[in-house]
């Protein structure tokens, strides 16, 4: 299936999990929030999420900022 | 007074409160941005010198492809510091609440007090990067109705400074001058009639100067002004020398902090001799 991660388009296995697809991203999920479809997903919940064809993903950190 | 400096402290800090925003507490009345800076080991240091305990970071999207692998939290002792998430380049409301709401969720991962705050910024211009007041105030009153103090980023118009206030901002923000512009506090007479609206009957009501500051005689002039605390980035990411800077910048709301404490005197059009005019030797005969 195709989902859309932080504006790119790209290929994912069918019922991925959200904590598996940060496992193959290397990031650590404690450094990192994720909105699917414009509505976060708390870190308690990334093993039980499972993403679906078309979703738009945003991971984001923190960054310098003022 | 006459003693600050010495190991004790001086008599005026000794009755200073700390600063209150919400639920925090400062001892030090700067907040640090962390942008900017050449290193993420530059920026820990101006931090540290700085003696600020509070710095605000950014939300952005991780870099999937490129990653040096260095992230700004192995830069920062989130036990010495409580994080001040932004919404800066969020051009409307919708924007700066979901940022808002996604820096909540990476400060409860990190177990930082800062999780119950964000400082709201809707911008509404590239260039001069001014706020869009009308959408200020909307997303003002979806993060308060969310449970978040909102430290609101507004201009220095004391009419937007009170809606905010009434739509339960924790603390209006007025800028001084645009963001990294360096001008300073450019309408002090503004930022003096939003502090008498904002404390009117709360006298204890948090107003920052958020933005502009060039150098650390524009953070004294608005300390002394009576402002409680002021937030800066660029006035120290991008001195010549940021280390000296940040120092410069510590002593500078010091100082204000002093001055408005102790009261300054009033102006004269006409000087008033500090010696005594009586007693002086007779004139010289001519």
Redesign the interface.
């Known amino acids: 299936m195709r989902i859309v991660l932080n504006g790119e388009p790209r290929d994912a296995a069918d019922n991925l999990l959200l904590s598996e697809l940060l496992v193959s991203l290397q990031l650590d999920s404690s450094r990192v929030a994720v909105e699917v479809n414009e509505k976060i997903v708390p870190r308690a919940r990334h093993a039980t999420h499972s993403l679906k064809e078309g979703d738009r993903l945003e991971v984001v950190t923190f960054v310098g900022g003022g | 007074m006459g003693n600050c400096g010495s190991g004790d402290g001086c008599a005026t800090r000794n009755f200073d409160q700390p600063l209150r925003l919400g639920s925090h507490v400062f001892q030090s009345r700067l907040i640090v941005?962390?942008?900017?800076?050449s290193t993420y080991e530059a920026?820990r240091e101006c931090l540290d010198v700085s003696g600020t305990e509070c710095v605000?970071?950014?939300?952005?999207?991780?870099r999937?492809v490129d990653?040096q692998g260095r992230?700004?939290?192995d830069f920062l002792d989130l036990k010495r510091y409580t994080?001040l998430?932004?919404t800066?380049g969020c051009f409307s409301a919708e924007d700066a609440i979901?940022t808002a709401?996604?820096?909540r969720?990476?400060l409860?991962?990190?177990e930082n007090p800062g999780a119950d705050w964000v400082k709201l910024e809707v911008l509404g211009d590239k260039k001069t990067l001014l706020p869009d007041p009308v959408a200020t105030l909307q997303a003002t009153e979806q993060l308060v109705a969310e449970g978040f103090r909102v430290l609101c980023y507004t201009t220095d118009d004391p009419v937007t400074a009170k809606r905010l206030k009434e739509a339960g901002a924790t603390s209006v923000m007025p800028a001084g001058s645009p963001?990294?512009s360096g001008q300073g506090v450019l309408n002090p007479n503004n930022i003096r009639i939003c502090l008498e609206y904002l404390k009117d009957g709360d006298p204890d009501y948090p107003v920052i100067v958020d933005?502009g500051v060039g150098t650390a005689s524009d953070v004294t002039i608005a300390m002394e002004l009576g402002v409680d605390g002021v937030?800066?980035?660029?006035g120290i990411a991008h001195a010549r020398d940021p280390l000296g800077m940040a120092r410069a910048m510590r002593a500078g709301w010091e100082a204000g902090r002093l001055a408005y404490l102790s009261g300054r005197i009033a102006k004269r059009l006409y000087a008033t001799a500090s010696s005594p005019e009586e007693g002086v030797i007779g004139a010289t005969r001519r």
């Open positions: 941005g962390t942008g900017k800076y920026m605000t970071v950014a939300v952005r999207r991780e999937l990653q992230n700004i939290l994080l998430p932004n800066a979901r709401r996604l820096g969720e990476l409860l991962n990190l963001i990294g933005a937030l800066l980035n660029t």
